[in-house]
């Protein structure tokens, strides 16, 4: 039943990066003409022919999509127009800059908003369960552009504590992973509480107490590994989403990753550069959520039966 579970689970994740990357590549096959952007429209027209026959464009949609998915069959993801080099290797040189930020922001999501919105849920309706609520739906609620410049306003340029773009040292990635972490924090806080909250609802949680059963023993023994079903999907979706999440924060702050290099390459039309980050954002993501099925699988063995947990 768990091998099925899986290769059911495999199919669809497969089906899934096939379909977004058949999406993507219809819609910068139409978004406009690659040869036009790297030659400039004042290029010759024997020049910008010549371009389009070099990079295969003046072939029929259908016949670039074949090719390109054969190309992916055969572990080869294209070559940039502008420089010549293969995608793949553009995209693994800028990798390291990327999980340099995410890596760091994802332990600031977990340290800050698993631990907030469990004390909130412990705490209904106190004080501090209403602080914690108001700056998660201020965090959750500001843009990441809009909170990073902020944070370059208050810490670079009126403290002048902080660079506010660039990698030379450590310190020019605090600003961006906290822009990064603060508003994946206030989601996770809030999701949390709301989890707990349900879960600290359930007649089980009352039979316990009624019982005598020492509340924290309550708590880590019954309401935590319970809370912990529904919180890890959006775990899972933070993981899968930690390259397409900074491409605004790299923007903003000159980071050069993953992220810029995807707003770059959209701007110059360099469709193999962009077609692969994408790839690589799908596969991300999809895998993320395969393991938090796979993970669902085990913490609720309903599931592999295809029973809805929690009875829905």
Known sequence: MMLRFFFIRLGRA???????????????????????????????????????KAWGLDDPIWLQYLRYFSAIG??????????????????AERIPATLALTLPALALKLGIGIPAGIYAALHRDSLTDRIVMITAVAGFTI????????????????LGWLPSGGQESWRHAILPVLTLGIG??????????????????QSYIRTASAKGVPWAQVVRGHALPNAAIPTVTIVGFMVGSLIAGAVVVESVFSWPGVGRLLVVAVSN????????????VAVTMVSANLIVDLLYGVLDPRLRSGAKAGGH
């Open 74 to 91: 055969q572990g080869e993801l294209g070559q940039s127009m502008r420089d010549g080099r293969p995608a793949i290797q553009l995209v």
């Open 143 to 158: 843009p990441s552009f809009v909170l990073g410049l902020v944070l370059v306003l208050i810490f670079s340029v009126q």
């Open 269 to 280: 039309r360099d469709l193999a550069v962009v077609q692969c980050i994408l790839l690589l």
């Open 184 to 201: 994946g924090a206030a989601v996770l806080a809030r999701f949390t509480r709301s989890a707990m909250l349900e879960v600290l609802g």
């Open 14 to 52: 497969a089906l899934t990066v096939a379909l977004v990357v058949t999406f993507a590549f219809i819609v910068l096959r139409l978004s406009g003409d690659p040869a036009l952007i790297i030659m400039s429209v004042d290029a010759p027209p024997e020049a910008i022919a010549a371009f389009r």
